[in-house]
């Protein structure tokens, strides 16, 4: 089920890598960013979390697993994180950072790897691990978080779609449509996630906003 379940939310996100990438950009018309500001602030506000994050740690290395289109990769790169790993499984979504971020600054190493994150065998640890809008489309998020805290010597920040009364039921119908799993999370859902992996610590913050995503950071 597990395997089945990843490929269908590989092939969800192979077919939408521009809708996506609409999301985070100007690509779209004036009623389509104002309906972002109005029902995604969650994204803008989970990136402006990690950022700060990033600035106060100032890691040596970062890991992105599901970079997406790149604008946190763009961000890794500015704030001259020295080791950035860029992972995602879809290839259309890693061509999409790479024009994004072009060539990076002096000092700054990224690799780019196309790969579902727990097939992927590393060789490294990272300083801190990411995974924004992932969650959301993991079955099994004990399994996947335990891999990210085994990769990670300090932080993993991670993102969390919240329930809602009204807002949960209609994401289900979208995503039955398009044919791609979809999970969704509470406090409590959470906390016992970070106790089963083993973390020292969390911190779990509830975005508000249409979607009020969770923002965690875990100490590893």
Known sequence: MQKENAAKVRRYFERSHELFNSIYTSEKSAPGRWLDRLL???IEQRFLLTLKEIQKVRPESVIDVGVGPGQYLKAYAELKVPEITALDFSAPMIELAKKLVGTPPDGVKISYIVNDFMAQE?????????????????????TFLTKMKS????????SF????IWRTPIRKLRYIYKRCPVYFYNHGRIEALAKSCGFKAWQIIKIRGSGMDFWVQFEC
Do not use: C, H, N
Not at 151 to 158: M, Q
Not at 161 to 164: E, R, T
């Open 122 to 142: 590393f060789e490294q640890t990272f300083t801190i691990s990411v995974a924004m809008g992932v969650f959301d489309y993991i079955a099994d998020p004990g």
């Open 151 to 158: 990769l990670t010597s300090k932080y993993v920040l991670a």
């Open 161 to 164: 779609p919240s329930i809602s």
């Open 40 to 42: 995604r602030p969650d």
